[in-house]
C-alpha cells in the first residue's frame, strides 16, 4: 500500500465512448503524475501538477485530458481514444521540491481500447 | 527528454548476486534512481543515489554510479525468488517551474530468480 490509489484498475472501452481515470494520493504531497507504461516501452510521463498547477505536458494528443481539483485528487479524462492507446496508466505523486522527490506510484488502470 | 538505456532480461539463481546495468544520458541530472515494479503493481523506489556519490549500499543493494560514462548499476546480494520482478533505473531533472522533478525511465530488467 503505497498511499496512492487508482480506479478503475481495469477498464475497456470503445472507441467513441467518454471515460474518466481517477488517482487519490493520502500522502500530503504537492506533486502528482500520470504515466503511460506500454510493452516494451520506458514509461512515458504524460502531465505533471505542481500545487494543483499543470507544469508539464508532453505532447500528449488532445484525447487526454487531466484534471487536478485538489492537490489530492488526479483525473485522466478519455474520449475517443485509440487501439494503440491501450496501456497500463499509473499515477504517481511526491513532495515536490528540488530534493530526492522520491515518486510514489498506485498500482494503475489497465486499459484496453476496442 | 534524454535516452536512459538496460538490457531487457536478466536470470540468476538463487543465492546468487545479480547486477543491473543502466546507461543515462544527462549529466545534469542530480539524483538517480532504482525502482521495481511487481506484476500487477506499481513501481516503488528501491534505492537513489545523489550525483555526487560513487557508490551506496542499503543492506542487500549496492548502487555505483560512474558519472564519467554516465553508467549506473544496481548489485543485488543473495539474490531472493521474491526479487523477481521489473526494476527500472530513472535519472532526473527539475521541471521548467523548479518546483518538482520529472523522471525519465529506462524500459526496465526483467529479473528472473531460478531456484
Known amino acids: 500500500e503505497t498511499g496512492v490509489t487508482q480506479t478503475p484498475r481495469h477498464l475497456v472501452m470503445g472507441m467513441t465512448n467518454k471515460k474518466s481515470l481517477k488517482c487519490e494520493q493520502h500522502?500530503?504531497?504537492?506533486?502528482m503524475y500520470w504515466y503511460k507504461q506500454s510493452a516494451k516501452k520506458p514509461l512515458e510521463l504524460m502531465f505533471v501538477y505542481s500545487l494543483e498547477e499543470r507544469v508539464e505536458n508532453n505532447s500528449v494528443p488532445s484525447r487526454f485530458s487531466p484534471e487536478c481539483p485538489n492537490s489530492s485528487h488526479l483525473f485522466l479524462h478519455l474520449h475517443t481514444l485509440q487501439p494503440e492507446d491501450s496501456a497500463l496508466y499509473l499515477c504517481?505523486?511526491?513532495?515536490?521540491?528540488?530534493?530526492?522527490?522520491?515518486?510514489?506510484f498506485g498500482p494503475g488502470t489497465r486499459l484496453t481500447v476496442l | 527528454g534524454e535516452d536512459v538505456e538496460q538490457s531487457l532480461f536478466l536470470s540468476v539463481r538463487e543465492g546468487d548476486s545479480s547486477v543491473i546495468n543502466c546507461t543515462y544520458t544527462d549529466s545534469s541530472s542530480t539524483y538517480l534512481y532504482w525502482y521495481k515494479q511487481e506484476p500487477g503493481a506499481g513501481l516503488q523506489l528501491l534505492t537513489y543515489i545523489f550525483s555526487n556519490m560513487d557508490m551506496k549500499q542499503d543492506q542487500r543493494l549496492t548502487v555505483l554510479l560512474n558519472k564519467k560514462d554516465k553508467h549506473l548499476s544496481l548489485r543485488i546480494a543473495d539474490t531472493q525468488t521474491g526479487d523477481s520482478a521489473i526494476y527500472f533505473c530513472a535519472e532526473s531533472f527539475l521541471i521548467s517551474s523548479g518546483s518538482a522533478r520529472q523522471l525519465t525511465f529506462g524500459s526496465g530488467t526483467q529479473l528472473t530468480v531460478l531456484p
Open positions: 500522502l500530503g504531497h504537492n506533486a
Open positions: 504517481a505523486s511526491s513532495s515536490g521540491g528540488t530534493g530526492v522527490n522520491e515518486q510514489f
